[in-house]
């Protein structure tokens, strides 16, 4: 499910980029599991116990399973 194409745009700072790039992951995990309810500011706290990172490896694994 693709929710929006969004355009090329440059950074200022590596900060911006990360805070970006916790912002993409984010809403795409929140669209696989959105029992873990991560944002931005959560980000590394949700993913500091391995839980969600576990959730997407079975995923993927139980996915493959079928190509």
Do not use: H, Q
């Not at 969004?6 to 912002?23: C, D, Q, V, W």
């Amino acid at each position: 499910m693709l929710k929006e194409t969004r355009s090329y745009r440059p950074f200022k700072s590596s900060e911006e980029y990360l805070y970006a790039m916790k912002e993409d992951l984010a809403e795409w995990l929140n669209m696989l599991y959105p029992e873990l309810d991560i944002n931005v500011e959560n980000f590394m706290d949700r993913l500091d116990t391995g839980i969600a990172l576990c959730k997407v490896c079975a995923l993927a694994l139980a996915s493959s399973a079928y190509i």
